[in-house]
């Protein structure tokens, strides 16, 4: 009671008295509002259940929320000038009242719908004059959008809502025919009926996706006023709404339609099909989300639209920091290394990544909150396999990003490819001023071609390119892991050098430094630890094992990793009859793989060279230098740009024998193994994250967030 008379104490008379007339006209209204709903409780009650009844009207019980939300945002602006209105506020109600009742009368259609869209068009009338009679004609249009959106709570009547589903069926059914026809699927179509191989789908009204098409024209329009100025561009991004609904539902289509063929034909009937609409929709929202960036450049360029600034981190004390990567956290040196250099500062950092099996869905890794949303088997055979969880997890992460970031906003968000299209599900934050880093770890199109043996000048890469050339677009700052990929990001994808950061993949010297363990194995131990993927060349490296096992009995093989060749390469070890000799073992967190890669005598890199392992710079090289273990490397153009043979031992890459000899030789030269250590351990010292991190600090702190851009000198 103290507190509220010390309040009203510093109030002026004239505040005090404005603030009661407020509330004598929030009172009259709220009354009226109330007699409204008590009056037109029939057609009222009837919406209810309308809108649970018919999936395509499950929106309008949250246009008057929506409605209210508006108003409260920018109550402010709106109610700066109240002032009653009795002859238009009047005027209204008795219009709306009239109608409805004229309505009720003498209606001719027999329709529900149809009787329920008059009344609701009569009802939001004499709630507009009950706003205007309370507040004022000035008041109203100030508070215009969301006055207006209350409309949408009228059902379409239903010569136009069949008009609308007929259109959708058939703009789907067009764009599914095209998208087949892209992707080379056979198929003979006849009207909305498709024949494909094992299957035969139509493209019925249902399918015409009319609900989440209403949902998303419903976004674009609150989009536009949220974040848009002008009539104009309000009415650019509404028109770019309607090509996106279009073609979400055809991706929808062609998507299950191709998991039901190639995966498995549950698909057309399973949960996908029932209850996947949200992951689409939010596909669409994502589409969405650079032409509403590529509008609010456009206003900014002519001075039309005033954005909000953030305090630059520098100033903060503590920032927050979302890290987003689709791979296992606890095992990914990369995304650790970031994320923990930042949360060792004081900036509290969470991360968005994959769940291996045994792991919590959420756990505290190192001081960081890590969200593991997506269970992961590396299995994918199929490409549409490999696609269909990555979309899952863009899904997920976007869902749960957004939500995070509405309720308390990130400063930063540091994602990391592949894929490269994972950017995009900032695009919520972005929009609301947040920072967004882009980190290519590989170049996706690359990537891509060898991961799928496909000419790197097909369709499909040619496409992640326009993909990688979007993404760099959106993000305010790209970090690639070597120069020679910059180079060709800048000559293909990124114009400004400015934007564009080289960070190698350096180990990190807390995890990754000699303990000085003595040696447990008596055996001679060559070790590869890593991804088993074809471009990394394990199975080049068995055999070249398979070639020596006479002339070194004492020595082993162990691999540690995992990836689609394991299996390949378990019989690949059978077939040799090396079982007791090389060691398949499963992939282990990054501070148990250190003290595996110490107690090795050899490391070894078998990177094929005519494949993308030519390109992909290995941080497993660096990994060995850092405990002391020589390292065998594959002749690969990456690897001869960063390392020479004072410190490595080259081998001629996808040559058995020569890779053998590069072998033998190590486990006979002791000496040879000491001078190459060595040498590594000098070329270690001026190579590691400790004497990189300023520069992706300086990066986050001074360029990106209060400078722009960070210029490098390669």
């Not at 219009?95 to 409805?100: E, I, P, Q, R, S």
């Not at 529900?112 to 000035?138: H, K, P, T």
């Not at 990003?401 to 592949?418: A, C, E, G, Q």
């Amino acid at each position: 009671m103290a507190r509220a008379k010390s309040v009203a104490a510093r109030c002026s008379p004239t505040l005090l008295y404005r603030m009661n007339v407020f509330s004598n006209r929030s009172a009259c209204f709220a009354i009226l509002l109330g007699s409204t709903l008590a009056a037109f409780w029939a057609p009222l009650s009837r919406l209810i259940r309308f809108s649970f009844q018919q999936e395509h009207y499950s929106h309008i019980i949250l246009i008057p929320l929506l409605s209210a939300a508006v108003f409260s945002l920018e109550r402010k602006r709106i109610f700066s000038h109240v002032e009653t209105r009795w002859g238009p506020g009047l005027g209204l109600l008795l219009a709306g009242t009239l109608f409805y009742w004229f309505g009720r009368r003498d209606s001719a259609s027999p329709s529900e719908n149809d009787q329920l869209s008059i009344a609701m068009l009569c009802i939001v009338v004499v709630w507009i004059g009950a706003f205007v009679l309370c507040y004022g004609l000035r008041t109203l249009r100030a508070g215009l959008f969301p006055a207006l959106f209350l409309f949408l709570m009228v059902p379409i009547p239903d010569s136009l809502l069949n008009q609308a589903i007929s259109s959708l069926q058939t703009g789907s059914a067009e764009v599914t025919d095209a998208a087949f026809q892209l992707l080379g699927v056979p198929v003979l179509r006849t009207g909305f009926i498709f024949l494909l191989p094992g299957v035969t789908i139509e493209v019925s009204k249902e399918c015409s996706g009319i609900r989440s098409s209403l949902a998303l024209l419903i976004m674009s329009l609150l989009a536009g006023h949220l974040f848009l100025r002008s009539v104009r561009t309000k009415a650019v991004l509404i028109l770019a709404t309607l090509p996106l609904i279009v073609l979400k539902n055809g991706v929808r289509i062609v998507t299950l339609s191709l998991l039901s063929i190639y995966v498995d034909p549950r698909f057309l009937t399973g949960s996908l099909h029932r209850d996947g609409g949200i992951l689409f929709f939010l596909f669409a929202l994502t589409l969405m989300a650079p032409v509403l960036l590529l509008l609010q450049k456009s206003e900014a360029m002519q001075g039309q639209h005033d954005h909000p600034t953030q305090t630059p981190l520098r100033e903060r004390t503590r920032a927050r920091v979302c890290v987003v990567a689709y791979t296992f956290y606890a095992y990914d040196n990369r995304v650790r290394r970031y994320a923990e250099t930042l949360a060792k500062r004081g900036d509290e950092v969470d991360v968005i990544a994959l769940r291996r099996r045994g792991r919590p869905p959420v756990e505290v890794i190192s001081g960081i909150r890590v969200f593991q949303i997506q269970r992961r088997e590396i299995n994918e055979r199929h490409r549409l396999t490999y696609l269909f969880r990555l979309a899952l997890f863009f899904m997920r992460s976007t869902a749960l990003l957004t939500t995070r970031h509405l309720r308390r906003p990130y400063d930063l968000f540091h994602i990391h490819s592949v894929p490269d299209f994972l950017v995009f599900t900032a695009w919520l934050p972005k929009l609301m001023g947040a920072k967004v880093i882009l980190d290519i770890h590989d170049l996706l199109p690359e990537f891509y071609a060898d991961k799928f043996r496909t000419p790197r000048n097909s369709l499909i890469p040619r496409f992640l390119v326009a993909v990688e050339r979007a993404s760099a677009a959106f993000a305010d700052h790209v970090i690639v892991a070597n120069h020679p990929w910059r180079d060709k990001l800048l000559s293909r994808s990124i114009r400004d050098p400015q934007k564009c950061t080289t960070i190698l993949n350096f180990p990190d010297a807390s995890i990754f430094f000699r303990r000085g363990r003595p040696k447990t194995n008596s055996k001679f131990v060559i070790l590869y630890p890593g991804s088993l993927n074809h471009h990394q060349g394990v199975d080049l490296a068995i055999r070249a094992f398979a070639l020596i096992r006479n002339d070194a009995p004492n020595a082993e093989f162990h691999i540690y990793g995992e990836g689609d060749q394991k299996a390949f390469l378990k019989d690949l070890i059978g077939t040799l009859g090396l079982e007791n000799r090389v060691f398949l073992n499963e992939i282990v967190p990054l501070t148990e793989i250190a003290t595996v890669m110490e107690a090795a005598d050899v490391g070894v890199v078998p990177k094929r060279k005519e494949s993308f392992g030519n390109e992909a710079f290995s941080t497993k090289i660096l990994e060995f230098m850092s405990v002391g273990v020589p390292v065998i490397v594959s002749d690969t153009e990456i690897d001869k740009y960063y390392f020479d043979e004072s410190i490595v031992k080259f081998f001629r890459s996808s040559d058995e024998k020569d890779l053998a000899h590069g072998m033998l030789l190590l486990i006979q030269n002791a000496e040879l193994r000491r001078r190459l250590a060595a040498n590594a351990e000098a070329f270690i010292k001026t190579n590691t994250w400790e004497v990189k991190k300023t520069e992706y600090l300086e990066l986050v702190d001074h360029r990106l967030i209060a400078h722009g851009s960070k210029s490098e000198t390669p």
